[in-house]
């Protein structure tokens, strides 16, 4: 039998395993169970009645949190020289086109997130294969495909965030770290959870939202109750 390190031990002595708690109250738990000394990401982890094969309910989006994610995320802007300073004022941290097309080819994918204008779309085909498997090729569905790149630029600043069902049915998304409050947890936690709730596609029977749990890094999970969040 594995052993239980003293840390981990307290941790579990401060909350019950089994109990399903309100969602404000859970926030609460998660900060009290953090095992580690950085300020770890507190990450939701919901499990939806959905089959992510049927093209109807694979679930993905996104949604601006109310308090941010605690992050800053790294930008890359790929447009015409005409949009550069507009992505630049915007925040971007990148901007240009070919050199970051040719970098990525050469396996550079130094960025969280991956804005382009309409124009540079069918360039982008050459790294498809490069940025889709880790989740950075841009998408009109999360917003990331927009001439209006200076805009997505700043709303990807200011804490919006993709979230996309795995082919098990879950989402796992960030909603913030541990030196946030309870409260602010919350917030992000309800607006998430609010716009998926919005999201339930009218082909899905039974319940869909399964279980909610909330855990921050290395700590244990708190299960929420997913009554808790119905009236999101």
């Known amino acids: 039998m594995p052993k239980i390190s003293k840390k981990r031990k307290a941790a579990l002595e401060k909350h019950d395993l089994e109990k399903s708690y309100a969602l404000s109250e859970a926030m609460s738990v998660v900060k009290d169970v953090n095992l580690t000394k950085f300020d770890a990401s507190v990450d939701l982890h919901i499990k939806l009645g959905v089959d992510p094969k049927k093209a109807d309910q ?118 913030g770290r541990v030196s946030f409050s309870a409260q602010q947890l919350t917030e992000n936690a309800q607006e998430l959870l609010g716009t998926l709730l919005k999201m339930k596609p009218s082909s899905v029977k039974g319940e869909y939202m399964r279980s909610l749990h909330v855990a921050s890094t290395m700590s244990p999970g708190v299960k929420i109750d997913t009554k808790s969040v119905k009236a999101v």
């Open 58 to 175: 694979g679930i993905r989006g996104t949604v601006s949190l109310p308090n941010g994610t605690g992050k800053s995320k790294t930008v890359l802007v790929l447009c015409t020289p005409d949009k550069e300073k507009e992505a630049l004022d915007a925040g971007a941290d990148y901007v240009g086109l070919d050199e970051y097309i040719t970098k990525i080819q050469q396996g550079w994918t130094d960025v969280d997130v991956v804005v382009a204008a309409p124009n540079v779309m069918a360039q982008l085909g050459k790294v498809g294969r490069i940025l889709g498997p880790r989740g950075l090729m841009p998408n009109p569905k999360t917003g990331t495909v927009t001439p209006n790149v200076g805009a997505a630029v700043a709303d990807v600043k200011g804490g919006k965030i993709s979230f996309r069902v795995d082919k098990f049915g879950i989402i796992h998304s960030s909603i």
